[in-house]
């Protein structure tokens, strides 16, 4: 198996380094707003006279539910656009391995051919570096079209994370779902086991708060060892805010002390798990264990808005558990960060850009996102402010969920407090990334050091001269 996935990575970087991916990217003057873009009010306006046709490529396929996210994306985009052809080519998942279809989709673009527009997944089993795509210019420079958009107000949207998509200051990929992972536990909980959230000010401060309530055990749960998923301390690096790759010079970091010194940190309990000795407390439906006491925390790795709000938070105030509390990882210095995972862009052979920089428009626009009849179907949080705002005062009025497997129930609205907090944590982020191999990489080279096999520094140099080769290939 593992000489598969090395095979499949190699392959990656093959068709990567086609893609001129050794080739420094023109050096471009960085965005830029004025006091009148910067007063404008993003909307969507319908045009009949833009023509020609689009093709727009999606790695998930379609569902038959007309009301579902991407068939009401192509039906509000047919509506706005009724001139422009658009034709989706959606790839099914089921069918194609994501690894497969990205190095088939770098291939093409190298050829100059394939879609108009692409969504791309970077998570789980990704194989594409999308920062290496944007040096090599796989995709077009959308930074004049929103820049130029009379309808289009940066501020409307989570810089940060609008930030992840730009090479060298200009807008090539446009975060479509990110990750802002959380701890979520009750004021009751808290106060029991003697856990203080307002001691949490960074990584290392809300590990030294969170650890010794997980191994003393205050509350005497049956399943001690399940009382949280460890999925995102293994990423926690990721969220350090430690410059590993300047992917503006393409050059390495891998010796800052402070990355050193959380792994010493964290490194006796990750290396428990590494070792299967404990088992990961995991679930998207996380009500349940904070209702009835199976759980001290849980650390939700990928927080997903429909999970949360329509699935989570309205059942724990349902049974009058109304004082949840939030707690975002965060950086060494204090800051939130955020993981793209998806994200959607205009290939550099698009033949009709300004169709293109519409579908991407709409794709994160507030009248899309919160759309009546999308907002209860639609999972992902999204780079325009404003629609997460809209989606989360939608959430504060009762609707009609299916709990279980014996029904519907009505369920409150959430609460001021707790929208308050989410919007909080959200307007918090001062970094985004997009996810890549080198993540992952890193989690793997780490592996030997949590386990004790290696040194810190002999992991750190293997896993830096790999690093240094996959970026520079």
């Known amino acids: 198996m593992k000489r598969k996935i090395a095979a499949f990575i190699l392959s990656a970087m093959i068709a990567l380094s086609a893609l001129g991916g050794c080739a420094q990217a023109e050096t471009l003057e960085p965005i830029t707003f004025t006091e009148e873009e910067l007063s404008r009010e993003t909307k969507m306006v319908p045009n009949p006279d833009l023509t020609g046709e689009l093709t727009f490529r999606y790695y998930y396929g379609l569902s038959p539910d007309p009301t579902f996210r991407d068939n009401a994306l192509y039906s509000m985009y047919r509506k706005y656009f009724p001139n422009v052809d658009l034709r989706v080519e959606a790839v099914d998942f089921a069918n194609t391995p994501l690894r497969e279809y990205q190095i088939q989709l770098a291939t093409e673009i190298m050829a100059g051919s394939g879609p108009d527009v692409v969504f791309l997944q970077l998570q789980g089993e990704a194989a594409l570096n999308p920062y290496k795509m944007m040096q090599a210019g796989a995709f077009l420079d959308l930074t004049d079209y929103f820049r130029n958009d009379s309808n289009c107000n940066p501020s409307d949207f989570y810089q940060p994370v609008m ?43 809300t590990w030294e708060e969170l650890l010794p309530v997980l191994r003393e055990n205050p509350m005497n749960l049956p399943e001690k060892e399940m009382v949280h998923y460890l999925y995102t301390p293994y990423w926690a690096p990721a969220f350090t805010g430690l410059p590993w790759i300047d992917y503006e010079t393409q050059e390495v970091h891998l010796d800052d002390p402070r990355l050193e010194e959380y792994c010493a940190f964290i490194k006796d309990e990750l290396s428990l798990y590494s070792k299967e000795k404990r088992i990961p407390y995991y679930t998207y439906d996380f009500s349940p264990a904070l209702e009835q006491g199976t759980s001290h925390f849980v650390d939700l790795a990928t927080g997903d808005m429909e999970g949360l709000t329509r699935f989570n938070f309205r059942y724990l105030n349902l049974d009058g558990i109304d004082d949840i509390i939030l707690i975002p990882w965060q950086a060494m210095d204090g800051g939130s960060e955020a993981l793209i995972n ?46 997460m705002e809209a989606y989360m005062r939608l959430m504060q009025e009762p ?7 014996y029904g519907v129930q009505d369920a409150p609205g959430l609460s001021q407090d707790l929208v308050e907090q989410y919007l909080g944590i959200l307007n918090g982020i001062t970094s985004a990334r997009l996810s890549s191999p080198e993540l992952y990489m890193v989690q793997d080279g780490l592996r030997d050091y949590f386990n004790g096999n290696r040194s810190y520094e002999s992991c750190i140099s293997e896993l830096q001269s790999k690093l240094e080769i996959y970026v520079t290939e």
């Open 399 to 405: 609707m009609v969920v299916y709990r279980d497997n």
């Open 342 to 387: 998806e994200a959607i862009g205009a290939t550099q052979n698009c033949k009709n850009p300004e169709a293109a920089y519409q579908l991407i428009k709409l794709w994160i626009s507030q009248e899309f996102f919160a759309n009546l009849d999308i907002w209860g179907q639609d999972q992902q949080p999204i780079a325009n402010r404003k629609a």
């Open 163 to 205: 930030e992840a998509g730009r090479y060298q200051g200009r807008q090539y990929l446009v975060p479509v779902y990110f990750q802002c992972p959380l701890i979520v536990t009750t004021g009751e909980i808290a106060e029991q086991t003697g856990f203080h959230p307002e001691n949490c000010v960074d990584l290392k401060s």
